[in-house]
């Protein structure tokens, strides 16, 4: 039987055993290597990152690269593509992510054909000719949920490649690889490291050639991770299982009594996961006048942390405009469920 990503998580990434070695890899504070090795120079490796490399590789099953961010990671993927080569990708994601494909689109970098994901159909129908086809399900904040299976059998059966930011579902719900995808990507900052601590991004692929000429983007655009921010994203990865099924199990509770409150119009929630994306029976004033009442829930962005965390996506001007005024994104940490629900209560209160 395979081992299971909860004992994957802790074991993987560990030196070898050998009498009064350490536990734990070291953090490899160094510019450069005595000459005669595999790697040389510090841009081009450390053995810090390929400890946390080894990690995440094992629960996605992909040889792993870390980056500096998830974007540098995102960037990597689209810097290998040639010039004006076609994309398909969602019309609503991770709004960095829109930023740069519209940009991209914009200066003809690259050909970006926007598809809604729900829509199995018209995304296989804009696959004719293009490069790349990048999925992030489920979509931040939207939380809209593509049928991956379908989709990457689709871009496969046409020679496409395919991509998936698998940041949300993460390896507990979902292994893009073993469904066909080329690379699968992670924001690492959210749901891997955990601890709203460190920035950092991965893609991991089976793919020896391509794996080569994403190692060479990050080489050469110089987009590498610190090796103490490797560390502590290894350390925070030893518990990922754990912290994610608590805050997965913290979040079917409170979508439940969210769905009944009378001053939420919508919950989305795709079933899994720790992000509940709900909407205010309100103005954008009062939406933001709830975000800010909150005492235990901390008012700011990002997610994935053991710390909840929400906010008004459309506090952002790059945000979507398809995302509603009112949208309240949650990231639900590890608290106990009912001081969470005490917090929102009293926070829907101030309205
Ligand atoms: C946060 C996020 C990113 C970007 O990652 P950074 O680590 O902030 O650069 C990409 N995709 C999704 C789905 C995210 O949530």
Redesign the pocket.
């Known amino acids: 039987m395979d081992q299971h990503p909860e004992t994957t998580a802790i074991t993987a990434g560990r030196p070898s055993l050998t009498p009064d070695g350490a536990l734990n890899p070291p953090v490899v504070l160094t510019s450069t290597f005595h000459a005669g090795g595999e790697i040389g120079y510090g841009r081009y490796g450390n053995q810090t990152w390929s400890a946390l490399e080894e990690a995440i590789g094992a629960l996605e099953g992909g040889s792993t690269l870390v980056f500096s961010?998830?974007?540098?990671?995102?960037s990597a993927v689209f810097s290998i593509l040639p010039v004006g080569a076609p994309v398909v990708a969602s019309n609503q994601?991770?709004s960095?992510?829109m930023v740069l494909l519209n940009s991209f689109h914009e200066s003809g970098r690259l050909e970006v054909r926007f598809v809604d994901v729900l829509d199995t159909q018209s995304v296989i129908d804009a696959m004719k000719g293009a490069a790349l086809v990048w999925l992030?399900s489920p979509?931040?904040p939207g939380l809209d949920v593509a049928d991956l299976t379908t989709l990457i059998a689709a871009a496969k059966k046409l020679g496409i490649g395919v991509g998936v930011?698998n940041?949300?579902a993460t390896p507990l719900v979902q292994t893009p690889l073993s469904m066909g995808a080329d690379i699968v990507?992670?924001?690492?900052?959210?749901f891997l490291s955990g601890h709203s601590d460190v920035?950092?991004?991965s893609l991991s692929t089976n793919d020896s050639a391509l794996l080569k000429r994403l190692h060479d983007s990050r080489s050469f655009n110089g987009s590498i991770p610190g090796p103490f921010e490797s560390w502590l994203a290894l350390r925070g990865l030893r518990t990922f299982p754990l912290r994610f099924n608590k805050s997965q199990e913290n979040a079917q509770a409170l979508v439940t009594k969210l769905g009944s409150h009378p001053k939420i119009t919508r919950v989305r929630y795709p079933g899994f996961g720790a992000i509940i994306s709900f909407e205010v029976d309100g103005t954008a004033e009062q939406t933001q006048k709830v975000c800010e009442s909150s005492k235990l829930i901390a008012h700011a962005t990002?997610?994935?942390g053991v710390e909840s965390l929400w906010e008004r996506r459309r506090r952002w001007p790059m945000e979507s405009a398809s995302v509603p005024e009112q949208l309240i994104r949650l990231s639900v940490g590890c608290e106990h469920v009912d001081d969470l629900w005490n917090d929102i209560n009293l926070a829907l209160a101030s309205i």
């Open positions: 961010s998830g974007m540098a990671a995102i994601g991770y960095g992510v992030e979509t931040n930011d940041t949300f990507m992670h924001s690492v900052t959210k920035l950092m991004g990002s997610l994935g």
